[in-house]
């Protein structure tokens, strides 16, 4: 009997320190250059710098406050404001991307699911900056698209993928087989979490590149 009460005891105890963890009361947001054109960037969240990306694709997760939030990307050579952007955050985790063109840059805003991949997996995202007429297809060389058919300016879901030592990636036009870019040889981890994006505009002889982030 000591022991059945102790047990119950035990878990009531653990119950209650689940039920102690304070709520999430802030948001945080990550900032992406899918404009190459632009290799220094500083962003501004409602008038105050949480970023500045040099020669770099992303920036970690910076803290903000639930609420509209004004996004500001700047050049911080001119001072010119390159794009702005009005999004409303919840406690939860962002990234904002840049891109469009030199001519019309666009902020494009989605949310990020940062759970834990599933066992001896990764978890991985397709995001198609590159403008174009056509949609975008991603897949794991040899193997069916894993993103299939991506508008431009849209986000995938994150997927778990099993860690791998090397793999390479295509990207293909929605239905043709010609590759138009590749990622070569990387290393996917387990327990990471990443994000493929395709930039370039194709009218220019298919000047796409895809490149890989790591968001955590």
């Not at 009460?5 to 009531?12: G, N």
């Amino acid at each position: 009997m000591l022991l059945i009460t102790t047990a119950l005891l035990s878990c009531k105890k653990e119950e209650e320190e689940i039920q102690q963890v304070p709520a999430r009361s802030t948001a945080s947001v990550s900032f992406n250059n899918g404009l190459l054109a632009f290799n220094k960037l500083d962003f501004y969240v409602n008038g105050t710098k949480k970023a500045s990306l040099t020669d770099a694709l992303h920036s970690g997760y910076n803290e903000v406050q639930p609420g509209k939030m004004e996004i500001k990307v700047v050049n911080p050579i001119s001072g010119a404001t390159i794009g702005t952007g009005s999004f409303e955050f919840l406690a939860r985790d962002y990234s904002v991307f840049l891109c469009g063109s030199t001519a019309e840059p666009i902020l494009l805003f989605s949310e990020d699911n940062l759970n834990s991949p599933a066992t001896d997996n990764a978890k991985i995202r397709f995001v198609n900056l590159s403008p174009g007429l056509k949609n975008l297809s991603l897949n794991e060389r040899g193997k069916p698209a894993l993103f299939n058919n991506r508008p431009y300016k849209t986000s995938t879901s994150f997927e778990n993928l099993l860690a791998v030592s090397e793999i390479s990636f295509d990207l293909k036009e929605t239905g043709s087989e010609a590759t138009v870019a590749t990622l070569e040889k990387v290393k996917i981890e387990k327990d990471k979490i990443y994000t493929i994006i395709a930039t370039g505009e194709r009218a220019e002889n298919f000047n796409i590149k895809l490149s890989l982030i790591v968001n955590k």
